[in-house]
Structure formats: C-alpha cells, structure tokens
C-alpha cells in the first residue's frame, strides 16, 4: 500500500525552478525527520535536504543555496523547493523518513534540459 505520494514534477530548462510536494499519513510524518531523495539514471539514491519535526534542516552539498524544504506538519506535506536547477538535478525525487523508511512512493520526475 502506497503511503507517500509525490508530485510536482516535469521538464524545466536549466536555471529554472520547480516546486515538489510530498502527502502522507499522520503516522508517517508524526515527529519524524522527512527527507527528499533523488536517484538518477545508472546511479545510487542519494540524500538531498531534510526537515526535523522542529524544522531544522540539512542539505547535500550539491543543493545548498539552491533547494529548500519546509513542511506543513498539519498537512503531513513536505516540499521542496528547487531553484536555479542544473542538468545533473534530472533524477527522480522521492520522500521519505530519514530514518526509519516507510514503504516509498511513485517518485516524481524532474527534468532539467534545455
């Protein structure tokens, strides 16, 4: 049973920006840290940010300064906000815990291309 959804996804030209949104059940957020994550073609999934139920947040290297996540704990929604995209963001992003992993979503795709 599908417990993450994630949406907001699509093809954008580099330098442009893309809203994620990520819905779930109370029980997967509850005080759980939430992450996005993103797997790329031929490759591993990687950490992108994450939000602590208090809202400190942390970011891979190669997102800071660039990505945001924020989450409406009264919505179990996460969201990512990504600007200034580059090419090498093309991946599927998905969310989840950052620990304790709950069953994963569809992804949602985001291309970066011109």
């Known amino acids: 049973q599908v417990q993450l959804v994630e949406s907001g996804g699509g093809l954008v030209q580099p330098g442009g920006s893309l809203r994620l949104s990520c819905v779930g059940s109370?029980?997967?957020?509850?005080?759980?840290?939430m992450a996005w994550y993103r797997q790329a073609p031929g490759k591993q999934r990687e950490l992108v940010a994450s939000?602590?139920?208090?809202?400190?947040?942390n970011y891979a290297d190669s997102v800071k300064g660039r990505f945001t996540i924020s989450r409406d704990n009264t919505k179990n929604t996460v969201y990512l906000q990504m600007n200034s995209l580059k090419p090498e963001d093309t991946a599927v992003y998905y969310c989840?815990?950052?620990?304790?992993?709950?069953?994963w979503g569809q992804g949602t795709q985001v291309t970066v291309s011109s």
């Open positions: 989840n815990r950052l620990i304790r992993f709950v069953g």
């Open positions: 109370r029980s997967i957020f509850s005080t759980y840290t």
């Open positions: 939000i602590a139920s208090a809202a400190s947040t």
